[in-house]
């Protein structure tokens, strides 16, 4: 065993020790994209020079660093996929692919990676596009600093700017994503970091998670999407200091939870939402020091949420803040500060002296009947509303604030 | 008809009351500029005090001048004049003071603080418009009022329920309705009750010009297909129209057959 892992190394060292350089353009010996990787060998470097390269079906088989100069572009004319990579190691840096092919049976990608680990793919420029970057069971991979720029118009003829399918510890960092129909894809893919990420004006979702699992995204910022990011049937997600803004319109949302547990969702601010989070069906997750400003709904609960915790967060000024579908309440609202609450606080220890109600009746009468939402702003409303306050009939008894705070939490 | 507008509109704005309305809305106008900041959140806290309080002043004004006026109205018609030009120019002349203070007390303050350049200047002027209306529709209503009750404090007793139950009552009734048919399809429902009463059908035009709309969900995408067309523009103003022409009918109709 010891001997294969030693000339294992000593391979790749070799090979690195006889890594050359391959150039690719107009005038060199290789002339093509695909010309050059066959003339390359294992860990050769292949530098592309500036110019336009009408290629498809480029097929990576061989651990090479591709280095584009200038970033030459390699246009794929509609074809079909551009470039697959199915080797390990592989590292492409500094390319702009244009003109991906569309088909309804194939999800055609710019670059593919297939069952490969270590691989890098960097300062990339991807426009015209079906799906752009598409890992397929691969591992320990980076996608680091590219620029996605889509056309998508209708949902059904569209992919995805950054998918990942069954693939485990990649790094997705610094991308830029627009106009695709979701920005970031993460489909069975576990232990994952998406990070510093700009997703915006997607026809989908900005961010969209199904069957993860111990999956970190932080300080990303999810702009004006069909729906901010969606995270379904995953457990252990980690959700910090993102930015949800200006997800807007009858069906949309900042952050959708649907059937998750044991997540963490701290330091993100929802900002100019219809709804800020929409929550279904999931358990044990804690929300701590978000900011919910602006939006129609901060928060609206749908069925089976249990033991979930809302700590130090803000809400200031949410049409509602609260809504809340039944009468029984197992989740904890605690030291928030609601710039709708009225209450006083005598002995100034900045914590209001009487509990505050996050959910109006009125709330509650939407989620029951979703017509009589019409009468939004009514002064009959703010009246019921005002009775329901002083003594509640409705909405849950026990779901209160009991440590409201005076000021706006700072942290 | 012209004569008796114009000595009605003159007297009207002589007295303090206009005076005291007209300020009230420059301050308002000038307290949510300037603590706001923000012309279309200026536009939505206007929707909620203009919806409540034009029709409160209009029908309490209309049923007072109507009432301090009497003396005036019989010895007017004394004179060889069509009863129906006293009746409506003293109508008219109380609407278009009241709508001008409305008008002049918000726009000058919006104007000064650059609506012109500003993209609100639609649902601002969608505001004075319902906002209008609403002046017309309700001092006719009071004056209908007025003229069937000879009892000033029975007058003030059901101008008052008038507006209570428009502004109030009616969308209780309408959300107990909403709520008790709940299984049957609610679209046709909800959009003929907003209809039929001016002030849920001035609220919902503005509030669907606004931003807020998309918190209308479903609802709101079915108002929005008909309020939005040029038809259900159309039909809406002309539904507010109704409710200005119909009492006016009536305020003529009574007043000729009305022994003084």
Redesign the interface.
């Known amino acids: 065993m010891k001997i294969k892992i030693v000339t294992f190394f000593a391979m790749i060292i070799v090979g690195f020790l006889q890594a050359q350089t391959v150039e690719v353009c107009k005038d060199c010996t290789y002339k093509t994209f695909s010309d050059g990787v066959k003339a390359a060998k294992d860990f050769d470097t292949l530098i592309i020079k500036k110019g336009t390269y009408k290629e498809y079906n480029i097929l990576v088989d061989k651990p090479l660093t591709i280095i584009g100069e200038n970033y030459p572009v390699i246009d794929g004319e509609l074809k079909g996929e551009i470039i697959t990579i199915v080797s390990d190691s592989v590292t492409v840096d500094g390319l702009f692919i244009i003109n991906v092919g569309t088909s309804y049976t194939e999800d055609y990608a710019a670059i593919r990676v297939k069952r490969s680990m270590y691989f890098v793919i960097q300062n990339v420029v991807l426009e015209k596009l079906f799906f752009g970057i598409y890992i397929e069971k691969s591992q320990y991979g980076k996608i680091f600093h590219n620029k996605i720029i889509g056309d998508a118009v209708e949902e059904y003829n569209s992919g995805n700017g950054i998918q990942l399918w069954y693939s485990k510890n990649v790094e997705i960092e610094h991308n830029f994503v627009q106009h695709v129909r979701d920005g970031i894809y993460l489909e069975f893919s576990d232990d994952c970091l998406i990070k510093n990420n700009v997703s915006t004006l997607n026809i989908r979702y900005g961010l969209h998670f199904m069957f993860s699992n111990d999956d970190v995204y932080q300080d990303n910022t999810f702009e004006n999407n069909g729906a901010g990011v969606a995270v379904m049937f995953s457990k252990r997600i980690k959700m910090y200091n993102n930015i949800f803004k200006e997800n ?5 949302y900042g952050l959708l939870l649907k059937e998750i547990n044991d997540a963490e969702i701290t330091g993100n601010s929802f900002e100019d939402n ?1 709804i800020g989070i929409n929550i279904e069906g999931s358990n044990r997750i804690n929300y701590k020091h978000n900011d919910f400003i602006n939006n ?2 901060a928060i609206k609960v749908k069925g089976a949420c249990y033991t979930n915790s809302f700590t130090e967060n803000n809400f200031l000024y949410n ?1 509602f803040d609260i809504a809340y579908n039944s009468n029984v309440n197992d989740n904890v609202f605690d030291k928030n500060y609601w710039s709708n609450y009225t209450g006083y606080d005598l002995n100034k220890n900045g914590i209001g002296d009487i509990p505050y109600r996050p959910v109006k009746l009125f709330s509650y ?1 939407v989620n ?14 703010d ?1 019921i509303d005002f009775s329901e306050k002083v003594s509640p009939v409705f909405t849950p008894d026990n779901l209160l604030d009991n440590n409201p705070k005076m000021k706006r939490i700072e942290w | 008809m012209l004569k008796i507008l114009k000595y009605s509109f003159y007297d009207l704005m002589r007295s303090r009351w206009s005076y005291v309305y007209f300020a009230f809305y420059l301050l308002l106008g000038i307290v949510l500029l300037f603590l706001n900041n923000d012309l279309s959140k200026a536009v ?1 806290t206007l ?2 005090v203009i ?2 309080l034009v029709p409160l002043i209009g029908t309490i004004f209309g049923v007072m001048y109507y009432y301090n006026s009497k003396e005036f109205t019989e010895l007017l018609l004394a004179q060889p004049l069509k009863r129906s030009s006293i009746f409506l120019g003293q109508y008219l002349g109380v609407a278009i003071s009241l709508s001008m203070s409305l008008i002049l007390g918000l726009g000058l303050p919006f104007i000064f603080y650059g609506l012109f350049m500003s993209s609100a200047i639609w649902d601002f002027s969608l505001l004075l418009i319902t906002g209008t209306f609403l002046t017309f529709i309700f001092t006719a209503l009071a004056f209908n009022i007025a003229l069937s009750n000879e009892n000033k404090i029975k007058g003030f007793g059901y101008a008052i329920l008038l507006w209570l139950f428009l ?3 009616y ?2 009734i ?2 107990m309705s ?2 008790m048919f ?1 299984d049957y399809p ?2 046709k429902l ?1 959009l003929i009750g ?1 209809m039929l009463n001016p002030i ?1 059908l001035s ?2 035009l503005i ?1 669907l010009k606004l ?2 709309s ?8 079915v ?1 929005k297909q008909f309020f939005g067309t040029n038809f259900g523009l159309v039909v809406s103003i002309g539904m507010l129209a109704v409710w200005v022409i119909l009492p006016v009918f009536r305020i003529v109709f009574k007043a000729k057959k009305k022994d003084f």
Do not use: K, Q
């Open positions: 807007w319109g009858t069906a949309s219809t129609g709904w049409s009468i029951r009947t979703p017509e009589t939402i019409i009468l939004l702003r009514s002064l009959f409303i009246i | 939505i929707m909620n919806i409540v502004a109030i009552i969308d209780g309408f959300l909403l709520i709940e609610l679209d909800s907003t849920d609220r919902t509030l931003d807020i998309a918190l209308l969900g479903y609802t709101g995408a108002f």
